[in-house]
């Protein structure tokens, strides 16, 4: 099988695969992608436990004043 010539130039040479990462610097991105991963999922979890929380602190301030209107009531 022969190339063509724009086929030939499109070939990738020396310097063009000195820009590529190594492997090890794919680890050290990859590691540091997941750190910022976990910092989120952790800020988000943390939101969830606060919303849960109110949630419940309102439901129970709820049930509170719906008593305390029914005793006014009669």
């Known amino acids: 099988m022969t190339l063509s010539a724009e086929q030939f ?7 063009d695969l000195k820009n590529f990462a190594t492997k090890d610097e794919l680890k050290i991105l990859k590691n540091e992608l997941l750190d910022v991963m976990d910092a ?12 849960i929380s109110n949630q419940v602190a ?3 301030f709820e049930t509170r004043i719906t008593k305390l ?6």
């Not at 952790?42 to 969830?48: A, T, W, Y």
């Not at 209107?69 to 009669?74: F, G, N, T, V």
């Open 9 to 15: 130039n499109k070939l990738a040479t020396k310097e």
């Open 69 to 74: 209107e029914a005793r006014k009531l009669c």
């Open 58 to 60: 309102h439901d129970r």
């Open 40 to 51: 989120i999922i952790k800020k988000l979890d943390n939101m969830e436990y606060s919303y």
